[in-house]
């Protein structure tokens, strides 16, 4: 099986070494092929997306991302500036689901802002769509407005559509993230407001008769925002839409105190996957080998588990990450008294030791 691996910039490449050593350390063995994308992709070939790094990614069987951006290409016109890349990947991968696990070691229970009771122990998985809702509906823009009491005024609107395949393909990617986990689907929607959330809750209902043994209810986003911080671990696996996603994701992430611990996957219709850690490149501890390559570590882990296949293998990597926290060994970020504090390498090193 081959792997593209794109470490990027800021901390991505040091971190995607540490991933990259502990998939060395596994029995099985994956064919690694590196290119560079973002910034690095730029300074290569004048592109953040290089058309041979976007090759090696088609061709590959997953791809495990570090991460990219640098306030340096700040200047650069849109189209050229680092982030780009992602929105490439994703568009060309045909990238939709966007899978975000929130896990609170018990060890960690102090790094989050809220109270340990409330968090320890915490494992939920947010299922969010990545490619529609109001975020790429047509028409949007700018206009005369058109009616009410601001008419002839200028007003800006946007347009919230979900198609009925587009919200199936996520359904279903979610029921069977359930089925891997502990078998309930919470879906999160706005159907007693928008006609959109009401069809999106219709057709979820529907893809629910082809996974009986998976406990489904449905939740408005409002109320599922003040249970992710009053009893977030009553959740298993959340679905929901593109913005209601991208919001819930980053409160659960918060919920687990540190983003350096918080892997990500996006998948295409075939369980294909981009892999990458849900912090950004950290140019600011870039190069002082500081950063923690955990969120990355676990990435892989992902990888493993929902496109290679390879459960076995994703497990041995999980219990290894929670046997060096358990030994006490902690990178700056969830440093607290009482424990070690290491670096990458150490880090990384540590867990392939943690394998055996
Ligand atoms: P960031 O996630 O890079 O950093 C936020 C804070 O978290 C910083 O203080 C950083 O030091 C810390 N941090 C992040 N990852 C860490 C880790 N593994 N270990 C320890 N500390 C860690 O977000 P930002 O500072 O807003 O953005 C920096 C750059 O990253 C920008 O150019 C942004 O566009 C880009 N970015 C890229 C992605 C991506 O590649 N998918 C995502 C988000 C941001």
Redesign the pocket.
């Known amino acids: 099986m081959k792997i593209a691996i794109l470490p990027?910039d800021?901390?991505?490449p040091e971190?995607v070494t540490q991933a990259v050593k502990v998939l060395n350390a596994l029995d099985e063995k994956f064919e690694l092929e590196t290119a560079p994308v973002?910034g690095a992709g730029y300074e290569a070939s004048g592109h953040p997306l290089p058309d041979a790094t976007l090759k090696l990614a088609k061709d590959a069987d997953a791809v495990l991302?570090?991460?990219?951006?640098?306030?340096k290409?700040d200047t650069l016109d849109r189209p050229l500036r680092?982030?780009q890349a992602?929105l490439g990947l994703r568009k060309n991968l045909g990238l939709f689901g966007n899978l975000r696990p929130a896990i609170l070691y018990p060890e960690l229970a102090n790094a989050s802002t809220l109270k340990p009771e409330i968090v320890s122990g915490l494992d939920i998985l947010i299922v969010r769509e990545l490619t529609g809702d109001i975020y790429f509906g047509q028409p949007r823009g700018v206009r005369e407005c058109p009616d009410g009491p601001f008419k002839g005024q200028r007003e800006g609107f946007d347009t919230m559509r979900y198609a009925e395949g587009e919200i199936r393909r996520i359904a279903h990617v979610a029921f069977q993230a359930a089925q891997k986990r502990d078998k309930r689907l919470t879906s999160v929607d706005k159907a007693n407001v928008l006609e959109t959330f009401q069809f999106w809750k219709d057709i979820v209902t529907d893809v629910h008769k082809e996974y009986p043994d998976v406990a489904l209810d449905h939740m408005y986003v409002d109320n599922a925002a003040m249970q992710l911080v009053r009893a977030p671990k009553k959740f298993d696996v959340i679905v929901t839409g593109n913005m209601f996603g991208d919001i819930l994701s980053d409160a659960a992430a918060m919920l687990t105190g540190?983003?350096?611990m918080l892997p990500s996957a996006s998948l295409d219709a075939n369980n294909k996957g981009l892999y990458?850690?849900s912090?950004?490149?950290?140019?600011?501890?870039a190069g002082k080998g500081?950063?923690?390559?955990l969120?990355?570590i676990l990435s892989a882990a992902m990888m493993l588990r929902f496109s290679l296949n390879k459960v076995e293998q994703a497990d041995r990597i999980e219990n290894a990450v929670k046997k060096v926290l358990a030994q006490g060994l902690r990178?700056?970020?969830i440093y607290e008294e009482g424990t070690t504090k290491v670096g990458t390498e150490e880090m990384g090193n540590a867990v392939v030791k943690a394998l055996a």
Do not use: L
Request: aromatic share 8%; proline share 11%.
């Open positions: 990027g800021g901390i991505g971190i973002g991302f570090g991460a990219v951006g640098d306030w290409y680092p982030e992602i540190s983003i350096g990458e850690p912090h950004g490149s950290a140019p600011d501890i500081i950063a923690n390559p969120a990355t990178t700056a970020d």
